[in-house]
């Protein structure tokens, strides 16, 4: 995986962070797991592979999130950036972990991970369950996806039982 730096308006390097939940058709994408058996959870890759590397594998008519999670370069730009943070982290933090407090998934883009460093070990517990091919007749996973939710928006969501 390529571990890039970009430069700083003062000319020093910063390392760049990486998006676990990103598009598969930058040019620096790498496939972060396959989606895989009971709730589709993810399964991660000991290795990053090129994303362009699968990409042409993948049938047509079948979206490649659908089968795999990728990961891409955390960029300014994005819907789910609120100044420095991911907000789609923080949302996600919101939802009950579905994986055993004490099982932390193996995952190769942990040192670079946007997530990891906003949220830790909670981010990890939260990761493997995070799709980026929402069902629109999932009413919290399309709350959880919509950067416009609140928190507390969640919070109370959650609280009733969905």
């Given at each position: 995986m390529d571990s890039s730096v970009d430069r700083a308006q003062d000319g020093r390097e910063t390392p760049?962070?990486?998006?676990p939940s990103g598009e598969a058709n930058r040019p620096e994408s790498v496939v972060l797991g396959v989606r895989s058996g009971d709730g589709d959870q993810v399964v991660y890759l000991a290795d990053p592979v090129p994303a362009a590397d699968?990409?042409?594998?993948?049938?047509?008519?079948?979206?490649?999130?659908?089968?795999?999670?990728?990961?891409?370069?955390?960029?300014s730009d994005c819907a789910n950036r609120v100044g420095e943070a991911c907000g789609l982290i923080e949302r996600i933090k919101v939802v009950p972990a579905g994986t055993a407090a004490s099982a932390v998934p193996r995952c190769h883009l942990r040192p670079h991970c946007k997530w990891w460093g906003q949220a830790g070990v909670?981010?990890?517990?939260r990761c493997p369950a995070v799709s980026t091919l929402n069902s629109r007749d999932d009413?919290?996973?399309?709350?959880?996806?919509?950067?416009?939710?609140t928190r507390?928006?969640?919070?109370?969501?959650?609280?009733?039982g969905g």
């Open positions: 760049v962070a990486w998006c699968v990409l042409g594998g993948i049938p047509e008519g079948i979206a490649p999130s659908r089968v795999l999670r990728f990961a891409s370069h955390c960029v909670e981010a990890c517990h009413e919290l996973t399309v709350l959880v996806a919509d950067p416009a939710t507390e928006q969640l919070e109370s969501w959650v609280a009733a």
